[in-house]
């Protein structure tokens, strides 16, 4: 899909703007949220903080639990009461600061670094997925603190990306860098396959996959060919559509509602599909994303999305408009070289209205939590 614009004029050819035009350039973007940073949570590494780095972080169903992981082998889980202000922990900027030992409930050591988290519907958040550097899922028993589910059918390649379905809260899915999605039931003994795609003839690698969550029997990936692809559970033969519009890998698909897909790319956009007609409707741009995976996450009721940056910023546009309406930056990662360090994870929290929460993760194992509250303008 091309975006297509009118031959370049000459200055003293320029056509007077058409009302649309005129229209676009009026509506620009306003920040309708106050957004302040209310909790950092530190790693204890002090130098080599690369060691560290969260790759993923992930609310629970209930909103109350949130889960990270990432290079430092542990999956760190949290409650929110512990990441949120409160009392004397604040200091004069209102903000409390902590390290991960002191703010996690507890973590569990993990066999490999991990690229995914995916908390598995319908076991009231006792059980939680993940994919690994490995090429290997697993999930976790988090009451008991164990693995009880374990499948490596990608080959040793990476898994990039995992999710389980809503239509059929059983069946989970995983892409990798081994070119292909496959789809598995936990149920069968070693996680029978029920399904395999590989979206390009090339086996280029699939960066993400994430199902309808509202139900449906549609899941999304995004791969390595700049394309994301839509298929139906029940016949995963071809896809249902195709969309085409990055200029580099998709990294992350998210769905925002029912009739409307983001998607985030290495070439710095984030795009916005409208489902039913597989067309775009909106590029995202203003963050910096060239070669890592940064993070995205929607927020569906108040229609923000949030991702992190190469500049070590994290960014919130509203689906409205192409530019951010909020940036904030980390500190500089403490290493050496010229490399000051990325945001690799965000993720909202799906509740409330006029009110939410961001949290966002660094490479240099840096845990921030944002709280928005929505501006009165009466």
């Known amino acids: ?116 988290l995916r908390w598995k519907p319908g076991s009231d958040g006792r059980v939680l997925g993940s994919g690994d550097y490995d090429g290997v899922v697993m999930e976790y028993d988090l009451e008991r603190r164990v693995p009880v589910f374990e499948r490596d059918e990608h080959g040793g390649r990476r898994v990039w990306g995992m999710d389980y379905s809503r239509w059929d809260p059983v069946v989970g899915a995983s892409g990798s860098d081994d070119g292909s999605m496959q789809m598995w039931d936990p149920r069968c003994d070693g996680g029978k396959c029920v399904g395999i795609i590989q979206p390009s003839l090339t086996r280029s690698p699939v960066c ?68 039913d007609g597989s067309h775009l409707i909106k590029t995202y741009k203003g963050h910096l994303n060239t070669r890592r995976f940064v993070g995205l996450s929607v927020w569906r009721k108040g229609g923000l999305l949030g991702c992190g940056s190469e500049s070590n910023q994290v960014f919130v546009y509203d689906k409205r408009w192409g530019e951010p309406i909020w940036v904030h930056g980390f500190r500089p990662a403490a290493r050496g070289g010229c490399d000051g360090g990325f945001v690799g994870s965000v993720c909202w929290r799906q509740v409330g209205e006029d009110e939410c929460t961001l949290v966002a993760g660094g490479s240099n194992g840096v845990l921030q939590v944002f709280e928005g509250r929505r501006r009165s303008f009466s």
Not at 4 to 17: A, K, M, T, V
Not at 90 to 111: F, K, M, Q, R, W
């Open 1 to 116: 899909m091309k975006n297509l614009s009118p031959p370049f004029l000459l200055q003293n050819q320029q056509e007077d703007p058409t009302p649309e035009e005129n229209e676009e350039k009026e509506d620009k973007p306003r920040c309708e949220w106050d957004f302040t940073l209310s909790t950092v949570v530190s790693s204890s590494t002090t130098a080599g903080a690369i060691s560290d780095t969260i790759g993923v972080i992930e609310f629970d169903p209930s909103d109350t639990l949130l889960a990270s992981g990432g290079i430092a082998r542990k999956i760190r889980i949290y409650s929110l009461n512990s990441l949120l202000p409160h009392g004397s922990s604040l200091n004069e900027l209102g903000v409390t600061y902590s390290d991960h030992g002191s703010a996690c409930d507890y973590y569990i050591c993990t066999p490999a670094k991990l690229s995914s």
């Open 208 to 275: 993400c996959v994430e199902f309808n969550p509202f139900g449906g029997a549609l899941v999304a990936v995004g791969c390595a060919n700049k394309k994301a692809y839509c298929y139906d559970m029940r016949s995963m033969v071809d896809p249902v559509m195709v969309l085409e519009g990055h200029h580099k890998s998709v990294t992350y698909v998210r769905f925002l509602d029912h009739h409307t897909i983001i998607t985030s790319g290495t070439d710095g956009c984030l795009k916005m599909w409208n489902i």
